[in-house]
Nanobody
Framework: VQLQASGGGLVQVGGSLRLSCAAS????????MAWFRQAPGKPREFVGG???????YYADSVEGRFTIYRDNAKNTVYLQMNSLKPDDTAVYFC????????????????WGQGTLVTVSS
């Protein structure tokens, strides 16, 4: 499966953005899908994910502010980000894996190219 992430940009503190992860060559509903992010000088970290059963998972740092959902008709996974903070500034990556959902970066087989989110104060 090939993944194309988009939707990043510059937003002020408290603002919102919606990231998209469009898939081709595979069906998103048959994969565990996740969003990760990487800030400068920091390791890539789990943000949120959705399993094949449609259960969703979030990092504590984004719980209640971010929502991940899937549109099977568009074969796309979205990350709705609200109440953005400067600490949310990072390159965001979508990823997919066959099998059960996990939060470990190393367990994902397919990656999108990343989209930059900058939250200004």
């Amino acid at each position: 499966v090939q993944l194309q992430a988009s939707g990043g940009g510059l937003v002020q503190v408290g603002g919102s953005l919606r990231l998209s992860c469009a898939a081709s060559g595979g069906t998103v509903s048959t994969y565990a899908m996740a969003w990760f992010r990487q800030a400068p000088g920091k390791p890539r970290e789990f943000v949120g994910g959705i399993g094949r059963s449609s259960l969703t998972y979030y990092a504590d740092s984004v719980e209640g502010r971010f929502t991940i959902y899937r549109d099977n008709a568009k074969n796309t996974v979205y990350l709705q980000m609200n109440s953005l903070k400067p600490d949310d500034t990072a390159v965001y990556f979508c990823a997919a894996r066959g099998g059960l959902f996990v939060t470990l970066v190393t367990q994902y087989d397919y990656w999108g190219q990343g989209t930059l989110v900058t939250v200004s104060s």
